[in-house]
């Protein structure tokens, strides 16, 4: 079965620092690999997906992630963070397999300070 | 696109009472589903809907808790009787059949029960 895991609830990181959130997924056949952002009292948007190809993969809002198939690894990146990116981020792992079981980790709180 | 609908936003009732939400996915999108997210459980999938035919529903906690999805355009989750522990944010999402599970959710609806 696949799980993820999330391994910070909550990032504090001042304004225009970079930031990396991980993501580790567990998995015994082959992957698709998300990350959602959800803003105060919203929905989850889609911020990037990787399916297959380049292991580098750029979502909106200059967020980017790299899919590391040895460590089991989605980890999300940002070179400059905004007051803006502030927000709850989610990790979700979807076998290829799996038909429609779209397994979310628990999220990490994106805290920007300025 | 007006994308996923859901209503009400916010819903504040007394414990015992019937829970009905509504949700409305983005026209063409033949796959629906329920989550449920709350700070302890994270986001959990209760149902999801192919071509308005329930798929699984394993994730639905009790009997208490039963979905309907009577044609492609609305679906509605209902609570009867309601419960303090069911007090959560309710999110509806769909994709269409194309689309490896890159999901749209809707805002969400935020039950409180008293």
């Known amino acids: 079965a696949q799980s993820v895991t999330q391994l910070d609830s909550q990032v504090p990181v001042f304004e225009e620092a970079p930031v990396e959130l991980r993501c580790n997924y567990s998995?015994?056949?082959?992957?698709?690999l998300f990350w959602y952002v959800q803003y105060p009292n919203q929905g989850l948007q889609l911020l990037l997906k990787?399916?297959?190809?380049?292991?580098l993969v750029k979502g909106i809002n200059g967020f980017e992630a790299e899919f590391n198939k040895s460590q089991t690894s989605f980890h999300l990146r940002k070179p400059s963070v905004h007051i803006s990116d502030t927000a709850e981020y989610f990790c979700a792992v979807s076998e290829w397999n799996a038909g429609n079981m779209l397994t979310f980790g628990g999220g990490t709180r994106l805290m920007v300070k300025p | 696109d007006a994308g996923v609908i859901q209503s009400p936003r916010h819903e504040v009732t007394e414990m015992g009472q019937e829970v009905t939400l509504r949700c409305k996915p983005i026209s063409g999108h033949d796959y629906l589903f329920w989550y449920r997210q709350t700070m302890m459980r994270g986001l959990e999938l209760l149902i999801y809907f192919n071509n308005n035919v329930p798929i699984d529903d394993s994730g639905m906690p009790e009997d208490r808790f039963s979905a309907k999805m009577p044609n492609a355009s609305f679906s509605t989750l209902k609570i009867q009787p309601s419960e303090p522990r069911d007090s959560a944010v309710y999110f509806c999402?769909?994709?269409?059949?194309?689309?490896?599970?890159?999901?749209?959710f809707g805002a969400g609806s935020r039950l409180t029960v008293l």
């Open positions: 999402a769909s994709r269409p059949t194309s689309g490896a599970n890159v999901l749209t």
């Open positions: 998995s015994s056949v082959s992957v698709y």
């Open positions: 990787y399916l297959s190809g380049s292991t």
